[in-house]
T-cell receptor
Framework: NAGVTQTPKFRVLKTGQSMTLLCAQD?????MYWYRQDPGMGLRLIHY???????AKGEVPDGYNVSRLKKQNFLLGLESAAPSQTSVYFC???????????FGAGTRLSVL | LAKTTQPISMDSYEGQEVNITCSHN???????ITWYQQFPSQGPRFIIQ???TKVTNEVASLFIPADRKSSTLSLPRVSLSDTAVYYC?????????FGTGTRLQVFP
């Protein structure tokens, strides 16, 4: 049982490049989330999904897009990366009725 | 969404009890209070959750007064491995909001 798996663990991008972060969970959770964490700060919610085929905006959605085509996967896309998107990205998932997010190990992204 | 306020940092010594208080004055009726722990370079890890009065598990205790406008996470006999950032969250549904957390440093 792997829990929440994020791919890749590290990535360096140049400004303007695009990339997709993959999150996979094997706990059959309905809810999935993408957070970002900047140095010395708490986590901020980017987007979330309450079920397959649904997505919604969180606190800081600008510059990101997401898709939940399969229940177990939640993708976070950066269409045109900017240095301000340098951060650690955490994916999480939770049960529907009692949302206690289980977090992945994070993806460290640097945009030069 | 209920906002939380915690101390930025706390220091303790091994073997002491640590109490971290969180204020959440605008907590809603349906909101639960949840605490997470985060080590460097790791994702946050669930510690404990409660609605009212006292909750205890093998790791910590959570004290919630009757008005629910604050809560206190109690860590008994901390060790060096408890050095981490502790987050208090308030919410009932999807959008759990993390504050800046409390950085606990445990010294030998």
């Amino acid at each position: 049982n792997a829990g929440v798996t994020q791919t890749p663990k590290f990535r360096v991008l140049k400004t303007g490049q695009s990339m997709t972060l993959l999150c996979a969970q094997d706990m059959n959770h309905e809810y999935m989330y993408w957070y970002r964490q900047d140095p010395g700060m708490g986590l901020r919610l980017i987007h979330y999904s309450v079920g397959e085929g649904t997505t919604a905006k969180g606190e800081v959605p600008d510059g990101y897009n997401v898709s939940r085509l399969k229940k177990q996967n939640f993708l976070l896309g950066l269409e045109s990366a900017a240095p301000s998107q340098t951060s650690v990205y955490f994916c999480a998932s939770s049960e529907q009725d009692f949302p206690l997010p289980y977090f992945g190990a994070g993806t460290r992204l640097s945009v030069l | 969404l209920a906002k939380t306020t915690q101390p930025i940092s706390m220091d303790s010594y091994e073997g002491q009890e640590v109490n971290i208080t969180c204020s959440h004055n605008n907590i809603a009726t349906n909101d639960y209070i949840t605490w997470y722990q985060q080590f460097p370079s790791q994702g946050p890890r669930f510690i404990i959750q409660g609605y009212k009065t006292k909750v205890t598990n093998e790791v910590a205790s959570l004290f919630i007064p009757a008005d629910r406008k604050s809560s206190t996470l109690s860590l008994p006999r901390v060790s060096l491995s408890d050095t981490a950032v502790y987050y208090c969250l308030v919410g009932a549904r999807v959008q759990l909001i993390f504050g800046t957390g409390t950085r606990l440093q445990v010294f030998p």
